[in-house]
């Protein structure tokens, strides 16, 4: 099992931009489909962003446009690049992976590891 680890987030006007970006341990991370994952106060967790082994990307509607997935193999990391944040972004942002696989995965159930999550916050 691949072990990850987020950055930490933060705090952030309504409008900026933050990157977040998750670091992954043990196992062959480039056989991995990777995501992003929020839980906010009240609401179910939900999908945000995909990269699959060949580089082929997803994004939820509610950030397309605005967020921007991306990986390096020789680093081990998946990123998310967020910019024209808004407070409804505002949640404990995970990442996850899934695989070995080819596949775009973008349903929860089907990433067998995760990482420890991370807060972002965005204010009015």
């Known amino acids: 099992q691949v072990q990850l680890v987020e950055s930490v987030g933060g705090l952030v006007q309504a409008g900026g931009s933050l990157r977040l970006s998750c670091a992954a341990s043990r196992g062959t991370f480039s056989n991995y489909a990777m995501g992003w994952f929020r839980h906010a106060p009240g609401k179910e967790r939900e999908f945000v962003a995909t990269?699959?082994?060949?580089?082929?990307?997803y994004y939820a509607d509610s950030v397309k446009d605005r967020f921007t997935i991306s990986r390096n193999n020789a680093k081990n990391t998946v990123d998310l690049q967020m910019n024209s944040l808004k407070p409804e972004d505002t949640a404990v942002y995970y990442c996850?992976?899934?695989?070995?696989?080819?596949?775009?995965?973008?349903?929860?159930?089907?990433?067998?590891?995760w990482g420890q999550g991370t807060q972002v916050t965005v204010s009015s």
């Open positions: 996850a992976a899934a695989g070995p696989t080819y596949g775009l995965i973008s349903r929860s159930a089907d990433f067998g590891s």
């Open positions: 990269i699959s082994r060949v580089y082929s990307t």
